[in-house]
């Protein structure tokens, strides 16, 4: 009897020291955003030029057991990094995407429509350019102008106009 109290004290002990250990993270490993933040300032210094966002977290603030749970990828092979380095970047900015302008005989409502008078106003707006978009599609006279597309289509012109922006 008095060794099965020892077994069992013994137990609560390694348990009560143990366990609390196998739950805290390694000291070294750094949160997702504690790594961002490091990741960013590397950029900014020009330490990370090149080096993708994965590849930074996995090298600086993943901790060797981490990486050693997860499933890696193979080496890319030296030609398949050659291409990817003379591929020049190509995308596009948000302040480079123009509008397509309306062609001349494209029309705009130079105030808002009677019947649309009592709503509010950006639904009489609203309301008023989309009858006049039916009527210039209806007659031909959109110039490739869609009612909304990226960088401002028909809509974001007519509400421009009745708003007095133009």
């Not at 009560?16 to 960013?40: D, H, N, Q, R, T």
């Not at 429509?113 to 106003?121: C, D, I, S, T, V």
Request: with cysteine; hydrophobic share 35%.
């Amino acid at each position: 009897m008095f060794e099965r109290r020892i077994s069992r004290l013994f137990a609560t002990l390694i348990t009560a020291v143990f366990l609390p250990l196998a739950s805290i993270p390694s000291a070294y490993a750094l949160s997702m955003k504690e790594c961002s933040v490091k990741y960013k300032a590397a950029q900014s210094a020009g330490e990370a030029e090149g080096v993708s966002w994965s590849e930074f977290r996995k090298a600086q603030c993943i901790s060797p057991a981490e990486a050693a749970d997860k499933p890696t990828k193979p080496a890319p092979t030296e030609a398949k990094t050659e291409t990817t380095e003379e591929k020049p970047e190509t995308t596009p900015k948000k302040a480079e995407v123009v509008a397509r302008s309306p062609s001349g005989k494209t029309t705009f409502p130079s105030s808002i429509a009677a019947k649309f008078a009592a709503e509010k106003p950006a639904k009489a707006r609203m309301h008023t350019c989309l009858e006049q978009y039916h009527a210039n599609k209806k007659g031909g006279t959109l110039g490739g102008t869609r009612w909304i597309e990226k960088g401002g289509g028909y809509y974001k012109l007519c509400n421009a106009k009745l708003k007095g922006g133009r």
